[in-house]
């Protein structure tokens, strides 16, 4: 069946380091795939996204990298600060932008 | 701009009572989407509205659930005869039109707790 899942539940890395939090998924026709952010208490943030004919592409401070051949998503954070503690979710969706199947989360700690 | 608004932010029933979960959408937005968060997990989809339309309701079961987006006033998500395994968070996002993910917006939820 389809799924979305990630490979690391935490990741902890010291700040001003570059983040990458990694992202399977199993459905080969999924064709469009988001990155939220949320922090605690709050709803998600939408972060970044990328359609399946796209290999990267770049926002402020982020990257989503996205192999096709592997099914693997990624998300690298550039010089990652304190506010980008958070939960970030990875989405896929085939067809429709709001029936996204979303993944378990990976918490992300800044280390001072 | 206000934002997407949900409330209330926590809820509390006991089991056999109604939920009813409100969300205002952003201004100039008439498109809204419900999704359900259980601790540690990503969000599901539930439903789509648009104002006075139920456009999509896949996600949402079949009993004891419905919602509605009435011409005036908030979304509404109501959940009748609640059970503990309805005890989740519940977001709902708008955007100003459907496939706009990066004009769509999340409220802060709403946590309901069935004791």
């Known amino acids: 069946g389809e799924s979305v899942g990630l490979h690391l539940p935490t990741l902890s890395v010291q700040e001003g380091d570059n983040s990458i939090i990694n992202c399977a998924y199993s459905n080969s026709a999924s064709d469009y795939f988001i990155w939220y952010k949320q922090e605690s208490g709050k709803g998600p943030q939408f972060i970044i996204d990328?359609?399946?004919n796209m290999d990267k592409r770049q926002g402020q401070r982020v990257t989503v990298l996205l192999n096709k051949t592997v099914k693997h998503l990624s998300l690298q954070i550039a010089a990652t600060q304190p506010g980008d503690s958070a939960v970030y979710f990875c989405?896929?969706?085939?067809?429709?932008?709001?029936?996204?199947?979303w993944g378990a989360g990976t918490k992300l700690i800044i280390k001072p | 701009n206000a934002g997407v608004m949900q409330n209330p932010r926590h809820l509390v029933r006991r089991r056999g009572q109604e939920a009813r979960l409100r969300c205002s959408p952003m201004k100039g937005h008439s498109h809204v989407y419900w999704y359900r968060q259980l601790p540690e997990e990503g969000l599901k989809f539930m439903v789509y509205l648009q104002k006075e339309n139920i456009i999509d309701e896949s996600g949402m079961p079949k009993e004891r659930f419905s919602a509605e987006f009435p011409k005036e006033g908030p979304s509404i998500l109501r959940i009748q005869q609640v059970v503990r395994g309805d005890s989740a968070a519940y977001f709902c996002a708008s955007s100003p039109r459907v496939e706009a993910n990066t004009e769509a917006f999340f409220g802060q939820g709403t946590r309901l707790t069935v004791v």
């Open positions: 989405a896929e969706s085939k067809g429709s932008n709001y029936q996204l199947i």
């Open positions: 990328i359609r399946s």
